[in-house]
């Protein structure tokens, strides 16, 4: 091992780190997994506060002082060092006119997105302030998915708020106590694996392949998409305050939550676009255990994405099978635990298929509402969030006071034109399902007001001009 620090403990990884660190040593250019958020700071910020408090954090949280080892040992451990040193960069730019700032932010984050983390390093983590003006600051916080996730990357950063914040006033800080990643790793080796293959053996029964994403995608040969360089894109689109209330409202109403609502859209578009009715895809889910004591305050690596079945039938009624389709997504909850590889072995797919290639993802990064209502001598903006996995089509959530969906798309597969018509669909199915709850989903509506009244007319027209001709 190349560190000389002092080892605090030493565990396996989880069955989804295991996969994260394959995949990130496999395609190491890629950045996959990387995490990067992009802030503006205004205010009078004081340097050796913010580092002292990013430092206090990391010395409260194992995982955020882990390496990973993997060469010469049957199956790869994580090393949790006694004390690391947060890293921290800071760059005075403040000389510099605006367009040179903007032109050297753009290049440093899209290199920080190319950096990779050495992983047999502690702390896949790194800060870089970045100074504009006497009182603006970039601030690009990024990280490697491997080591936390939404959930406890908001943890953390509420931790490192409050800290600052005491240490500027000369307060005591006080925070509550905090349960290892380890606690974790060992409640996962207490389970019973073979309650979860019950499950899945009859969650997946009756799929034999993987839902086509054929239908909507680049028309390339294979030799073509193996030569053509992986480069990942995201479209946004930002639903009105209006709409995001609206729709808060009615999940509200008929106690839905937001992660059914969506992955019954991406259900019955995945339906629609591949023409099946026998749907799989992914769900990314939060994996912490209820029956874990404190787990809420744990900051480590649990989410985990899992595999959905649905045979949809058409002639349902929208809002019924909605409340359904939630008892399925509830029932998986105490499952969340499963290894992928598991799962897919216990399909009826074969084995050297890929279980799907799409996936459903309600991003639990709250700490926007937490920055509006904390009070410091600066205040940040969230300015962007970046993020890659290896999956080639995500739909992503952004929950938020205006909702925000994205969708991340593999170049060489999708084009802008294609996510840009995935997401207007989204965004009209949410409005039909507002306004009209009660149909069959088969009547669902895909037109926006402007296009039903274009194909109403062209209708008219193609009525009126076949009357013509049997006139004549």
Not at 88 to 101: C, H, I, N, R, V
Not at 260 to 271: E, G, H, P, R, V
Not at 340 to 352: R, T, V, Y
Request: proline share 4%.
């Amino acid at each position: 091992m190349k560190n000389n620090h002092i080892i605090e403990d030493i565990y396996q990884l989880t069955p989804v780190q295991k996969g994260m660190l394959f995949h990130c040593l496999y395609d190491s250019e890629l950045s996959l997994y990387f995490f990067q958020h992009i802030f503006t700071i205004r205010g009078n910020l004081k340097l050796d506060m913010f580092e002292k408090a990013w430092q206090l954090v990391i010395d409260r949280h194992p995982i955020l002082r882990t390496s990973f080892y993997w060469e010469e040992v049957e199956s790869p451990l994580q090393i949790v060092y006694h004390q690391v040193k947060v890293p921290l960069t800071y760059y005075d730019w403040s000389d510099m006119d605006s367009a040179k700032q903007k032109n050297q932010l753009e290049a440093f984050i899209i290199s920080d997105r190319q950096k990779s983390f050495d992983f047999s390093e502690p702390c896949l983590m790194r800060h870089t302030l970045i100074r504009t003006t006497n009182d603006s600051y970039q601030y690009i916080w990024s990280m490697n998915h491997i080591i936390i996730d939404g959930w406890g990357g908001s943890l953390v950063f509420q931790e490192f708020l409050e800290i600052y914040g005491a240490l500027c006033k000369n307060q005591q800080i006080s925070l509550a106590s905090t349960r290892p990643f380890r606690d974790y790793i060992d409640w996962l080796e207490q389970q019973d694996i073979s309650k979860a293959e019950n499950f899945w053996r009859e969650a997946l029964q009756g799929i034999k392949a993987p839902t086509p994403l054929t239908y909507f995608e680049k028309t390339q040969t294979t030799d073509q998409l193996s030569t053509e360089e992986i480069r990942y894109s995201e479209e946004i689109i930002q639903l009105s305050l209006t709409s995001t209330k609206a729709l808060q409202s009615f999940a509200t109403q008929h106690h839905l939550t937001l992660a059914t609502i969506f992955n019954a859209i991406w259900a019955i578009l995945l339906s629609r676009y591949s023409c099946c009715t026998n749907i799989l895809y992914g769900c990314t889910v939060t994996g912490r255990p209820a029956d874990l004591n404190a787990v809420e305050s744990m900051v480590g690596m649990f989410v985990n994405t899992l595999p959905i079945h649905i045979n949809l039938d058409t002639e349902q009624i929208l809002l019924s099978w909605l409340q359904r389709f939630q008892l399925q997504l509830v029932e998986v909850r105490d499952y969340e635990y499963t290894p992928l590889k598991e799962a897919h072995k216990w399909s009826e797919l074969p084995p050297n298929s890929t279980l799907f290639e799409s996936i459903v993802v309600l991003e639990n990064f709250p700490v926007s509402e937490f920055i509006r209502n904390w009070k410091g001598n600066i205040t940040f903006e969230h300015k962007e969030l970046y993020y890659r996995n290896n999956y080639p089509l995500n739909l992503v959530v952004y929950p938020n006071q205006e909702l925000l969906i994205a969708l991340s798309f593999d170049n060489r597969r999708f084009d802008r034109d294609t996510t840009t018509g995935i997401l207007e669909d989204i965004e009209n199915l949410l409005q039909e399902l507002i306004v009209n709850p009660n149909i069959q989903i088969q009547d669902l509506n895909f037109f926006t007001p402007e296009q039903q009244q274009v194909t109403s007319m062209l209708e008219k027209e193609a009525l009126f001009d076949w009357s013509f001709s049997l006139a004549s």
